[in-house]
């Protein structure tokens, strides 16, 4: 990753975020220890505000595959993260991790999914196991009303 950690957390294109919520995604698990983000592990990137997309803030998220239709290929589809407990159908717990200093439970927002691309990982935070993996597209595919499993 050759991103600079000093330099403004949100990528721009012509003045607008490099951000876009994502209808068709290719589900993968391919955690590789080699620095760059890659689906099933926790990233750090900035996230805009569903408010107000010119504001946001950096924030950990977990990339679950890549975008096929409305983001630029190669773009990470992320979901963004949350220590807060979250009771709402939309959200679901994926435990806890190296991600988390403080070994708080972390839970997934499984409605608002975005489109990353990979420079605009500030960094790496830890990886999902596979099983844990398996869980969250479950969880994504009994939201979104469907049955099937990524592979």
Not at 9 to 21: H, K
Not at 63 to 78: F, I, P, R
Not at 86 to 94: G, Q
């Amino acid at each position: 990753m050759a991103r600079d950690p000093e330099a403004d957390p949100r990528p721009s294109i012509g003045g607008a975020y490099d951000y876009r919520f994502v209808s068709q995604i290719d589900l993968a698990y391919a955690p590789e220890q080699d620095g760059d983000p890659d689906p099933g592990e926790v990233v750090w990137c900035w996230v805009p505000y569903e408010e107000d997309p010119r504001q946001g803030k950096d924030r950990p998220v977990v990339a679950v595959g890549h975008a096929l239709a409305d983001g630029a290929e190669g773009d990470l589809v992320v979901l963004m993260l949350s220590s807060q407990e979250h009771d709402e159908p939309e959200w679901v717990s994926i435990g806890s991790g190296p991600w988390d200093r403080e070994g708080r439970e972390s839970y997934a927002r499984l409605d608002r999914p975005l489109a990353v691309a990979p420079s605009a990982v500030r960094r790496e935070g830890g990886t999902l196991d596979a099983d844990r993996f398996a869980d969250l597209l479950a969880a994504a595919a009994a939201h979104y009303g469907q049955d099937d499993r990524a592979t």
